[in-house]
Structures are given as structure tokens and as C-alpha cells.
């Protein structure tokens, strides 16, 4: 068809490609076409089952190194060594497991919308068949209630109306018609002689013919977007995964090198190899993902907290480094309810307040609340609106019915009950544009009550009610307020009645003339209360807000100027297909607001986005949105209103459906990123120390200070019991009023850098300090080691409170984190216990410890917190003065 759609081709001429009429396919025929193209199922084949996601969690170039390490020691026969360190990465590898474990369902939720069964034409008989046997070309009924198994050109509707928000997003029912579209391009929600698979009919009948099945459907399509786009590392994993990379290659060579030189020297082969295995396991930070795992899984305990549920762990920190949140309309930014808030009517334009679809509000005249039952005009507008009307209350905020009738519903309640009883009803219906009912008065005579669309009504007006009497109507002033209103996003019906003698006892299309206009109904999907606060929340905190939406153009950026999202324009979906990606890069720029769009224009806006070195979030509820989810760093499906494909696609789930819910995760994802780089400045520097203890040794051609099963030891026992308690420190405060950092930021920044050498050889220092003054009191080796090992433990122990914050001076706050407390008195139970237990003492190399060798070691160990909170001083004084 080239670039013509289904929707522009006449239904006689989609016929005549398919070889059939309006009576369907012949059995024969269809059962060939089955066999030719085989049974329409839309693949649901999961792509990793929990094996290949648990073997996932050991590639890492440090997990790597440390199974490496394993290997060697259990070659040498240092059978406690090489256990403990299988045991850590054993351990690192099931805590990644359980938290990383996401679900691959989104494709096996697409099948649970294939319609189990259909009713086509078959030979002109009416026969139920199993969806999956449907061909194109066959003919399909439907009717209120069916949910459509197929992509399919309408050519016969009555009064047909079809729930298509798990494809646009947009929760009003469309009216559907079977008449040709013209226009060449046209988004899903202008298709309206289309019915969509997986769509809902909610009103009428209708007939089609299949013209697409399974995965050649817009619900197959968007299988295949989501089966084709990639699993997208976050920016934490690919800073981690850089800084790993750098780690292995810079451990690596630095053992080798030690033992070249050891070797060299003339140390025994066995020794010096082994002196080389300490110093990898001394300076690969085993414990340092397990810690960033309950960094992160803690952030997700406090985000459920906040209505936000993580289905992926490192979610968490793509949040907080999120530079733009691409939005849908509906429901995220608005209530998803219908709401009247202006009514005009004799010459009075009345302002509504409340929202939703709870009867309360008032209303105003120029900012002045008026009591509505005083205006006769405003009482019938009411009325019109309340008794023309097949919507229902059902309690606060519930409504049984369409939308748009909900909304008029709810505006007469806002001034109280109004009741006829229906004696007949004129349903609506697309062609002509109106609903009449007929009601009988308290004294028994008739009336008419009509609403529609103001062209419409206007057209069968010939008189307008003042609220005293009827007079001449003035058409052209009544068009020019509709215009108004429609230009601030509202859509706009008309009311009108006529009086009728009370014999009358049915009504028929042809009798709605001669009307009397009353007034006009303005409503909209109004932005949920928090929206605004919100979007200067984002504002501040230097992320941008586009909003992608399957609404009217017009709609979507009038929403958009009320709740402050920056934008010069909008553009349509028409629009961003006629652009290349260049074009439509430079509008991103500047456009924010994106309207009538497809699951590929969403998809592409995404792509390029992300090309231009953007970390994008992407919220959405519908199939539609499923695959720009998926795509994006951060996708964030509706929990209450969000199908099973979104959820199952996304990375994270809003509870409440509420845009704020979006901005307190981000404050809470960039609260885990500050304390995991926290984390880092502790364990590297106390790493590093580790590690150039064992190089010093072989360079200076002296014995160990510690061996292999202590520096394990430290590198386990230190990282959780100290490294841990680093993440329950209290946020801190204007983490929002920050920009988000720069997506090609080094997790290593240049103060980490200076901390890890200034802080490595400072421990360096003082572990060879104790060991020489033990060794030089005692010349005991065993000692000397102990002494060495507990120097460097309280060095991490005083270093620790220094990483309370990179910048800022701790003493102030040295007591305020009671984990912290309990993590160093849990660390010093420990060493006191491999110090002093005799059984300990074999396995560890440990011996017990005098007096003095503790007042030694604190008094050495505490230089490094006076020496670092300095360091802060100078920092401040040079930089930030």
C-alpha cells in the first residue's frame, strides 16, 4: 500500500484485495489461508530463565579476578583462603540474584488480550471460531462487550464506540464510522473506520474485515518493538562496569609486577606467587557490590514507602541521574476524569471548581461564588445536562458510564438532584451528533432535553432561554464563546429543550427541531493537584518534563502551559513522521510537548534522547507504551491503571499513579547514588592501603604484615559491618535543588582520587609503624601481624566517620547515625574475638594483644580523621571561598 493506511482505502476496494464481500470468506477459502499462513498468535517466548540470570551476576572483571584467586590459593593448598573467597562470591552472586531478579513477561501478558474466540461470516452463516483461526479477509461482527481479535476496516457501524486506551493512553471512548479517512497519514487515535486487536467495544455494533492478525496487528507490532529493544545498562552498572575494568587491569599489573620483582629478588617461587594472590585479594573490594546491593535495595524499601514499587535494584540509582522525564497526559499529569469547569449561558460565563467525579464545588461568577439555583438559564443547562444523560453515580468519585456524561453528571449534583422521569430517548449516534430524551414534568406535561456538539444544536436552535424568557437566538455570539472554550483545551457541549404537549409519547431523530439553546458545558481531564509543585520540583532540580500523549494537539498543550511545562509549540504525530531523525532532534530542543503519537514516535523521541546523552525517564500505562518503557534508562509504568504489558516492561511502578510519586523516587535515587559514592570513598582508600602494604613488603624485600585470610578477612567483615552503616546516614538536604550530574561523570571523581592516595599511604604508614615497634618489643612475627591487622581496622574505623560527608565537616554530627555505632561496636567484637580465641588464633594467624599495643594502635589510627577533616579545611578555604 505504500504509505497509505487501511483507513484511507475505501471498505469496496480493501474487499477487493482480499478477494471477498461482505458475506466473508468461504470456509474452503479461510481453512487455505489458515494452512498457507498458520495459526495468529502473537509470540510470547521468554528470552532468560533464573539460570542464566543467577550465572549473569558473576560477570564482572573483579568477580573474575577473585574466582582466579580462588583457584590459585586451592592449587597451593591454602584450603581456608581459597573456601572464604568462594564463599564471598557465592554470596555477592545470590544477593544480586534475589534483588535483580525482574520478570520477563512482558510478551506473555500480550497473549492474555488474544480473544479466546470470535464471530465472523462464513459463507454468509454468523459461526464462532477460535481467534487464532481468524485470516485476513474474513469478516468479523462485534458488539458491545467484544473485545476485537484482529486489526480490522470498518465498513459497517451503529453507533459504535470503542475503549482504545491500552493503545493510545486516552480513556474517552472513540466514535467509530465506517466512512474513508482522506487525509494520508493519520495516528491511531484519528483512525476512526478501524478497529484495533485488543481494543474493548463499549457501545453499538459493528462489522469489519480482518486486514492484519497476530503479530502483523499494532499489538504485534509493538511485541516485536518490545522483543527488539535492548536490555539498557544503567548509569551506575556502566560506571561500575568502567571502574571495574580499570581495577582488574591496574590489580593485575601491579601483582604481576610484584611478582616479577619478588622473583627476581630471589624470594621462592611459592612464596612470592603467593604474596601476589594476597596483594590481588587485598586490593579487589569484594564486598564493595554486595554493599552498593543493600545500598540500593535499602532505597527501594523507602521508595515502596512512597508509593513507588522497584522492580529492578539499579532503577534506583538511574532515577536520581535522570536528566528528562518524557510523560504521558492522562492520568499521570491529569485525574483521568472528566470535569465541567466553566458553564456559559445567558450571557454569563460560570467557573466550576472541584474536580474528578466528586459532586463538590462551587460555583463562580468573576471569582464570587453565586448560588446556581438562582440563574433559571444555568438550572436548565444543569438539567439538560443531568437528564440527557446514560451515566450513573455510583458514590464519590465512581461512575458508571461514559466519561464525558460522568462529567455532566457531576456538574448538576454540584448544585443538587435534578429528576424527570424518561419516557424516550434518542440515542447518540456519530452521524448526527446529538442525544434527546423525553421527560414528563410535575404536571404532566412533556419536554425534550438535547445535548451535542454546538454546531449540531445550534443548527436545530431557533430560539435561546435568558433565564426570564425565550428570545431570538444570537448564533454567532454563542459559536464565538464554543470557539473560546474549545481554545483553552475544553471540550465543549451544547444544551438546548423544547416544550412539548403531553400527548406526545415518543420522540424520533426527525422531531428534534425548533430547539430552545440554554448553555454551553466546558470539561476537561483536569492536572491532578500536585502536578504543578511538581514541575517546578523537576524545574529546580534541572530535569525537564516533555509530555508524549495520544491527545488532541490543542488539548495537550494547553494542559501543558497550565502545569508549567516549558515548550515553544507542540508537535503532532503527523508532524514528527514527516521529519528525519536530524530535524527532529533540533526540535527536541525546544519542543516538550508531543501529541497524537504513535508507539514508534514514542519509541523514536526516546532513542533520540538518549543519542543526544540524555538519561531519560519514560512513564506510560498503555500496550502503546510498552516498548519506549523498555527502551528508555528509567521506565516507570501506572500501577492502578497500568496494564500487565507496561508493568511487566517497566523498571519501576507508581502505586498511586501520581506524578509526584516520580519526583520524591528521584530524590530518593539521587540520595542512593550520593551514599554509594560515599561507600566508595571508604572502601578504595582502605583497599589501597591493604594492597600496598603487601607491595611495600616485596619492594623492600621484608616479610608480610598480614597474610592472604586476614586481608579477606578485612576486605568481608570491614565492608559490611562498616561499609554498610554508611547508607543509613539522614539525607541530605537540597539534594533536589542540585542539577542532575552529568551522564559521562567518572564515578571516581577527582576527590575520591586524591582520598584514595593520601589515605592508602597513610594507613601504609601506620600498619608498618605498629608492626616495626611490636616487632621491635617483642620479635614476635604472629604479634607484630596482629598488631598490623587491628591498625588497620581502627584506621577504617576512624576513616569511617570522616566519609560521613565528602565536603562538610563531620564533628558536629559524629554520633547522629546509631547504625554506624552499632556496625564499628559488631567490628571491634570481632577482632577482639580472632585476637583472643585460641581456636581463632590458628585459623587467623592472630595472638593475644597487651595494653599498650592497643593505646599504641588507637593513638596511630586516629591521625587519619584530624588529617582528612584538615584536608576538607583546605578544600573549602581554596575552593570554595
Given at each position: 500500500?505504500?504509505?497509505?493506511?487501511?483507513?484511507?482505502i475505501?471498505?469496496?476496494?480493501?474487499?477487493?484485495?482480499?478477494?471477498t464481500?461482505i458475506?466473508?470468506?468461504?470456509?474452503?477459502?479461510?481453512?487455505?489461508?489458515?494452512?498457507?499462513?498458520?495459526?495468529?498468535?502473537?509470540?510470547?517466548?521468554?528470552?532468560?530463565?533464573?539460570?542464566?540470570?543467577?550465572?549473569?551476576?558473576?560477570?564482572?572483571?573483579l568477580?573474575?579476578?577473585?574466582?582466579i584467586?580462588?583457584?590459585?590459593?586451592?592449587?597451593l593448598?591454602?584450603?581456608?583462603?581459597?573456601v572464604?573467597?568462594?564463599?564471598?562470591v557465592?554470596?555477592?552472586?545470590?544477593?544480586?540474584?534475589i534483588?535483580?531478579?525482574?520478570?520477563q513477561?512482558?510478551?506473555?501478558?500480550?497473549?492474555?488480550l488474544?480473544v479466546?474466540?470470535?464471530?465472523?461470516?462464513?459463507?454468509?452463516v454468523?459461526?464462532?471460531?477460535?481467534?487464532?483461526?481468524?485470516?485476513?479477509?474474513?469478516?468479523?461482527?462485534?458488539?458491545a462487550?467484544?473485545?476485537?481479535?484482529?486489526?480490522?476496516?470498518?465498513?459497517?457501524v451503529?453507533?459504535?464506540?470503542?475503549?482504545?486506551?491500552?493503545?493510545t493512553g486516552?480513556?474517552?471512548?472513540?466514535?467509530?464510522?465506517?466512512?474513508?479517512?482522506?487525509?494520508g497519514?493519520?495516528?491511531?487515535?484519528?483512525?476512526?473506520?478501524?478497529a484495533?486487536?485488543?481494543?474493548?467495544?463499549?457501545?453499538?455494533?459493528?462489522?469489519?474485515?480482518?486486514?492484519?492478525?497476530?503479530?502483523?496487528?499494532?499489538?504485534?507490532k509493538i511485541?516485536?518493538?518490545?522483543?527488539?529493544?535492548k536490555?539498557?545498562?544503567?548509569?551506575?552498572?556502566?560506571?561500575?562496569?568502567?571502574?571495574?575494568?580499570?581495577?582488574s587491569f591496574?590489580?593485575?599489573?601491579?601483582?604481576?609486577?610484584?611478582?616479577?620483582?619478588?622473583?627476581?629478588?630471589?624470594?621462592?617461587?611459592?612464596e612470592i606467587?603467593?604474596?601476589?594472590v594476597?596483594?590481588?585479594v587485598?586490593?579487589?573490594?569484594?564486598?564493595?557490590?554486595?554493599?552498593?546491593?543493600?545500598t540500593?535495595?535499602?532505597?527501594?524499601?523507602?521508595?515502596?514507602?512512597?508509593?513507588?514499587?522497584?522492580?529492578?535494584?539499579?532503577?534506583?540509582?538511574?532515577?536520581?541521574?535522570?536528566?528528562?522525564?518524557?510523560?504521558?497526559?492522562?492520568?499521570t499529569?491529569t485525574?483521568?476524569?472528566?470535569?465541567?469547569?466553566?458553564?456559559y449561558?445567558?450571557?454569563k460565563?460560570?467557573?466550576?471548581?472541584?474536580?474528578?467525579?466528586?459532586?463538590?464545588?462551587?460555583?463562580l461568577?468573576?471569582?464570587?461564588?453565586v448560588?446556581?439555583?438562582?440563574?433559571?438559564?444555568?438550572?436548565?443547562?444543569?438539567?439538560?445536562?443531568v437528564?440527557c444523560?446514560?451515566?450513573?453515580f455510583?458514590?464519590?468519585n465512581?461512575?458508571?458510564?461514559?466519561?464525558?456524561?460522568?462529567?455532566?453528571?457531576?456538574?448538576?449534583?454540584?448544585?443538587?438532584?435534578?429528576?424527570?422521569?424518561?419516557?424516550?430517548?434518542v440515542?447518540?449516534?456519530?452521524?448526527?451528533?446529538f442525544?434527546?430524551?423525553?421527560?414528563?414534568?410535575?404536571?404532566?406535561?412533556?419536554?425534550?432535553?438535547?445535548?451535542?456538539?454546538?454546531?449540531k444544536?445550534l443548527?436545530?436552535?431557533?430560539?435561546q432561554?435568558?433565564?426570564?424568557?425565550?428570545?431570538?437566538?444570537?448564533?454567532?455570539?454563542?459559536?464565538?464563546?464554543?470557539?473560546?472554550?474549545?481554545?483553552?483545551?475544553?471540550?465543549?457541549?451544547?444544551m438546548?429543550?423544547?416544550n412539548?404537549?403531553?400527548?406526545?409519547?415518543?420522540?424520533?431523530?426527525?422531531?428534534?427541531?425548533?430547539?430552545?439553546?440554554?448553555?454551553?458545558?466546558?470539561?476537561?481531564?483536569?492536572?491532578?493537584?500536585?502536578?504543578?509543585?511538581?514541575?517546578?520540583?523537576?524545574k529546580n532540580?534541572?530535569?525537564?518534563?516533555?509530555?508524549i500523549t495520544?491527545?488532541?494537539?490543542?488539548?495537550?498543550?494547553?494542559?501543558?502551559?497550565?502545569?508549567?511545562?516549558?515548550t515553544?509549540?507542540?508537535l503532532?504525530?503527523?508532524?514528527?513522521?514527516?521529519?528525519?531523525?536530524?530535524?527532529?532532534?533540533?526540535?527536541?530542543?525546544?519542543?516538550?510537548?508531543?501529541?497524537?503519537?504513535?508507539?514508534?514516535d514514542k519509541?523514536?523521541?526516546?532513542?533520540?534522547?538518549?543519542?543526544?546523552?540524555e538519561?531519560?525517564?519514560?512513564t506510560?500505562?498503555?500496550?502503546?507504551?510498552?516498548?519506549?518503557?523498555?527502551?528508555?534508562?528509567?521506565?516507570?509504568?501506572?500501577?492502578?491503571?497500568?496494564t500487565?504489558?507496561?508493568?511487566?516492561?517497566?523498571?519501576?511502578?507508581?502505586a498511586?499513579?501520581?506524578?509526584?510519586?516520580?519526583?520524591?523516587?528521584?530524590e530518593?535515587?539521587?540520595?542512593?547514588?550520593?551514599?554509594?559514592?560515599k561507600?566508595?570513598?571508604w572502601?578504595?582508600?582502605?583497599?589501597?592501603?591493604?594492597?600496598?602494604?603487601?607491595?611495600?613488603?616485596?619492594?623492600?624485600?621484608?616479610?608480610l604484615?598480614?597474610?592472604p585470610?586476614?586481608?579477606?578477612?578485612?576486605?568481608?567483615?570491614t565492608?559490611?559491618?562498616?561499609?554498610?552503616?554508611?547508607?543509613?546516614?539522614?539525607?541530605?538536604?537540597?539534594?533536589?535543588?542540585?542539577?542532575?550530574?552529568?551522564?559521562?561523570?567518572?564515578?571516581l571523581?577527582?576527590?575520591?582520587?586524591?582520598?584514595?592516595?593520601?589515605?592508602?599511604?597513610?594507613?601504609?604508614?601506620?600498619?608498618?609503624?605498629?608492626f616495626?615497634?611490636?616487632?621491635?618489643?617483642?620479635?614476635?612475627?604472629?604479634?607484630?601481624?596482629?598488631v598490623?591487622?587491628?591498625?588497620?581496622?581502627?584506621?577504617?574505623?576512624?576513616?569511617?566517620?570522616?566519609?560521613?560527608?565528602m565536603?562538610?565537616?563531620?564533628?558536629?554530627?559524629?554520633?547522629?547515625?546509631?547504625?554506624?555505632?552499632?556496625?564499628?561496636?559488631?567490628?571491634?567484637?570481632?577482632?577482639?574475638?580472632?585476637?583472643?580465641?585460641?581456636?581463632?588464633?590458628?585459623?587467623?594467624?592472630?595472638a593475644?594483644l597487651?595494653l599498650i599495643?592497643w593505646l599504641t594502635i588507637i593513638?596511630?589510627?586516629?591521625?587519619?580523621?584530624?588529617?582528612?577533616?584538615?584536608?576538607?579545611y583546605?578544600?573549602?578555604?581554596?575552593?570554595?571561598?
Amino acid at each position: 500500500m505504500g504509505e497509505e493506511k487501511w483507513c484511507n482505502i475505501p471498505a469496496e476496494d480493501v474487499f477487493s484485495l482480499f478477494d471477498t464481500d461482505i458475506n466473508g470468506l468461504s470456509n474452503e477459502e479461510a481453512s487455505i489461508r489458515l494452512a498457507r499462513d498458520g495459526y495468529n498468535e502473537v509470540s510470547s517466548k521468554k528470552e532468560h530463565g533464573p539460570i542464566y540470570r543467577f550465572l549473569k551476576q558473576f560477570a564482572s572483571p573483579l568477580i573474575y579476578l577473585l574466582l582466579i584467586a580462588a583457584v590459585i590459593t586451592l592449587f597451593l593448598e591454602k584450603y581456608a583462603d581459597a573456601v572464604v573467597i568462594a564463599l564471598v562470591v557465592l554470596a555477592n552472586a545470590i544477593i544480586g540474584f534475589i534483588q535483580e531478579g525482574k520478570a520477563q513477561n512482558a510478551l506473555e501478558s500480550l497473549s492474555k488480550l488474544l480473544v479466546p474466540e470470535a464471530r465472523v461470516l462464513r459463507d454468509g452463516v454468523s459461526m464462532v471460531v477460535p481467534s487464532r483461526e481468524l485470516v485476513v479477509g474474513d469478516v468479523v461482527l462485534l458488539e458491545a462487550g467484544d473485545r476485537v481479535p484482529a486489526d480490522m476496516r470498518l465498513f459497517y457501524v451503529k453507533n459504535l464506540r470503542a475503549d482504545e486506551s491500552i493503545l493510545t493512553g486516552e480513556s474517552v471512548p472513540v466514535e467509530k464510522s465506517a466512512d474513508t479517512i482522506k487525509s494520508g497519514c493519520v495516528s491511531y487515535g484519528d483512525q476512526k473506520n478501524m478497529a484495533f486487536a485488543g481494543t474493548l467495544i463499549t457501545q453499538g455494533q459493528g462489522r469489519g474485515i480482518v486486514v492484519a492478525t497476530a503479530n502483523d496487528t499494532q499489538i504485534g507490532k509493538i511485541s516485536e518493538f518490545i522483543r527488539e529493544s535492548k536490555e539498557i545498562s544503567t548509569p551506575l552498572l556502566r560506571k561500575m562496569g568502567r571502574l571495574s575494568v580499570i581495577l582488574s587491569f591496574v590489580i593485575v599489573f601491579i601483582a604481576a609486577f610484584t611478582f616479577i620483582i619478588g622473583f627476581l629478588r630471589g624470594y621462592d617461587t611459592g612464596e612470592i606467587f603467593m604474596a601476589s594472590v594476597s596483594l590481588a585479594v587485598a586490593a579487589i573490594p569484594e564486598g564493595l557490590p554486595a554493599v552498593i546491593t543493600i545500598t540500593t535495595a535499602i532505597g527501594v524499601n523507602r521508595m515502596a514507602a512512597r508509593n513507588t514499587i522497584i522492580r529492578t535494584v539499579p532503577a534506583v540509582e538511574t532515577l536520581g541521574s535522570a536528566t528528562v522525564i518524557c510523560t504521558d497526559k492522562t492520568g499521570t499529569l491529569t485525574r483521568n476524569q472528566m470535569t465541567v469547569t466553566q458553564i456559559y449561558t445567558a450571557g454569563k460565563i460560570y467557573t466550576l471548581t472541584g474536580a474528578g467525579y466528586s459532586p463538590e464545588g462551587d460555583f463562580l461568577v468573576d471569582g464570587v461564588k453565586v448560588n446556581p439555583l438562582e440563574d433559571k438559564a444555568l438550572v436548565e443547562t444543569l438539567k439538560a445536562g443531568v437528564l440527557c444523560n446514560d451515566a450513573s453515580f455510583k458514590g464519590t468519585n465512581n461512575i458508571d458510564g461514559d466519561p464525558t456524561e460522568g462529567a455532566l453528571l457531576v456538574s448538576g449534583l454540584k448544585a443538587g438532584k435534578f429528576y424527570l422521569p424518561r419516557k424516550d430517548v434518542v440515542p447518540f449516534e456519530p452521524e448526527q451528533r446529538f442525544m434527546a430524551t423525553l421527560h414528563e414534568k410535575e404536571d404532566g406535561s412533556k419536554v425534550i432535553y438535547v445535548k451535542g456538539s454546538p454546531e449540531k444544536i445550534l443548527q436545530m436552535c431557533t430560539s435561546q432561554f435568558d433565564g426570564h424568557s425565550v428570545i431570538p437566538l444570537d448564533k454567532e455570539n454563542i459559536i464565538q464563546i464554543a470557539e473560546q472554550m474549545a481554545s483553552e483545551a475544553l471540550r465543549v457541549l451544547a444544551m438546548a429543550y423544547k416544550n412539548v404537549p403531553s400527548d406526545v409519547t415518543g420522540i424520533e431523530a426527525e422531531d428534534i427541531v425548533d430547539l430552545t439553546f440554554v448553555g454551553l458545558q466546558g470539561m476537561m481531564d483536569p492536572p491532578r493537584d500536585d502536578v504543578i509543585d511538581s514541575i517546578n520540583k523537576c524545574k529546580n532540580a534541572g530535569i525537564r518534563v516533555i509530555m508524549i500523549t495520544g491527545d488532541h494537539l490543542k488539548t495537550a498543550y494547553a494542559i501543558a502551559k497550565k502545569i508549567g511545562i516549558d515548550t515553544q509549540g507542540a508537535l503532532s504525530g503527523n508532524d514528527i513522521g514527516a521529519m528525519s531523525d536530524e530535524h527532529l532532534s533540533v526540535e527536541l530542543d525546544t519542543v516538550s510537548v508531543f501529541a497524537r503519537t504513535s508507539p514508534e514516535d514514542k519509541l523514536r523521541i526516546v532513542k533520540l534522547l538518549q543519542k543526544k546523552g540524555e538519561i531519560v525517564a519514560v512513564t506510560g500505562d498503555g500496550i502503546n507504551d510498552a516498548p519506549a518503557l523498555k527502551t528508555a534508562d528509567i521506565g516507570i509504568a501506572m500501577g492502578q491503571t497500568g496494564t500487565e504489558v507496561a508493568k511487566e516492561a517497566s523498571d519501576m511502578v507508581l502505586a498511586d499513579d501520581k506524578f509526584s510519586s516520580i519526583v520524591a523516587a528521584i530524590e530518593e535515587g539521587r540520595d542512593v547514588y550520593s551514599k554509594i559514592q560515599k561507600i566508595i570513598l571508604w572502601t578504595l582508600p582502605t583497599n589501597g592501603g591493604q594492597g600496598l602494604s603487601v607491595v611495600a613488603a616485596v619492594l623492600l624485600g621484608m616479610t608480610l604484615p598480614l597474610v592472604p585470610l586476614q586481608i579477606l578477612w578485612l576486605n568481608t567483615v570491614t565492608a559490611i559491618g562498616l561499609g554498610v552503616p554508611i547508607t543509613m546516614e539522614p539525607k541530605e538536604r537540597g539534594i533536589l535543588k542540585r542539577p542532575p550530574r552529568s551522564p559521562t561523570e567518572s564515578i571516581l571523581i577527582p576527590l575520591i582520587k586524591r582520598r584514595i592516595v593520601f589515605v592508602s599511604l597513610l594507613i601504609v604508614a601506620g600498619a608498618y609503624l605498629t608492626f616495626f615497634l611490636k616487632m621491635g618489643r617483642d620479635g614476635d612475627l604472629i604479634a607484630a601481624r596482629t598488631v598490623a591487622l587491628n591498625t588497620i581496622v581502627f584506621f577504617q574505623i576512624f576513616y569511617l566517620f570522616n566519609s560521613k560527608s565528602m565536603y562538610e565537616y563531620v564533628y558536629k554530627d559524629l554520633l547522629s547515625n546509631k547504625y554506624m555505632l552499632l556496625g564499628i561496636g559488631v567490628v571491634v567484637l570481632l577482632q577482639l574475638l580472632i585476637t583472643y580465641n585460641g581456636a581463632l588464633n590458628s585459623v587467623f594467624s592472630t595472638a593475644p594483644l597487651m595494653l599498650i599495643d592497643w593505646l599504641t594502635i588507637i593513638m596511630i589510627s586516629s591521625t587519619v580523621f584530624f588529617l582528612v577533616e584538615f584536608e576538607k579545611y583546605l578544600y573549602r578555604k581554596h575552593y570554595l571561598s
